[in-house]
């Protein structure tokens, strides 16, 4: 990853694992560093190899993987329960986890190497509050609910909104990580939405710390 730059011409953004490293990081994340540092040490690590994240993305692990992981949860509860659908390599679920350890937190995953992967990490980080349930969102609707879903990269909003809604209690919420194109997504999801009295979605510019690009966050709350 190359450094980024302001208009100026000053520097941003460090390298690769100078930005990992850095005090800004350090004190966004606070006492979860350590934890959030030993995760994206393992997926430097392993990632790679074990087909979860592509061989660019290993120099762009903290911008492109944590930190954008890690803008989602301001907006999720501090406790209570939230499932991550699709979770993959555990982002942002593992980020939520380690930054909210009060928190109950679930990573759904269909693929049986990804759900070896999460619970490997779940071990080595000692991370007792987070389960894996291998199995696609949908042959958990009615197995349990949470106060909150989340998601990364896992579909268009329509679809996300029949996977993920059906797990969420009533008065609970949708809070997932989408492109900056996804207000385009909305007209086609009114439909579903309104099955569970969801008016529109907020949409939410989510940063982190200065310098790394910020990201687009949905937020929807479930009405019945």
């Known amino acids: 990853m190359a450094a980024q730059e302001r208009p100026g011409g000053d520097t941003a953004v460090p390298d690769g694992d100078t930005l990992g490293t850095s ?48 803008a989602v949860v301001p907006y999720l509860p501090a406790s209570g329960s939230v499932a991550d659908i699709g979770s993959g390599a555990g982002l942002p679920g593992v980020v939520l986890a380690v930054m909210r350890p009060q ?3 679930i990573l759904v995953e269909p693929m049986e190497r990804r759900t070896t992967w999460l619970s490997e990490v779940v071990a080595e980080l000692e991370l007792k509050n987070v389960q894996v349930k291998r199995g696609r969102a949908e042959e958990y609707h009615g197995a349990f609910e949470v106060d909150a879903v989340t998601s990364r990269a896992v579909a268009a909003l329509s679809k996300l909104v029949r996977l993920s809604m059906p797990l969420v209690r009533v008065g609970g919420e949708m809070v997932i990580l989408k492109g900056r194109s996804v207000a ?18 907020d949409i939410i510019e989510g940063s982190t ?9 949905v937020r929807v709350r479930r009405g019945k």
């Open 184 to 201: 385009e997504e909305v007209d086609p999801a009114r439909k579903i939405l309104r099955k569970y009295a969801a008016g529109d979605p």
């Open 103 to 105: 928190l109950e937190v």
């Open 209 to 217: 710390v200065e310098g790394v690009e910020s990201t687009t966050i």
């Open 23 to 70: 005090d800004s990081v350090k004190a966004y994340l606070g006492d979860a560093y350590d934890g959030v540092a030993h995760y994206a040490e393992m997926l430097r690590d392993q990632g790679e190899l074990r087909g979860l994240i592509g061989p660019r993305e290993v120099p762009r692990i903290w911008e492109r993987h944590i930190l954008n992981s890690a």
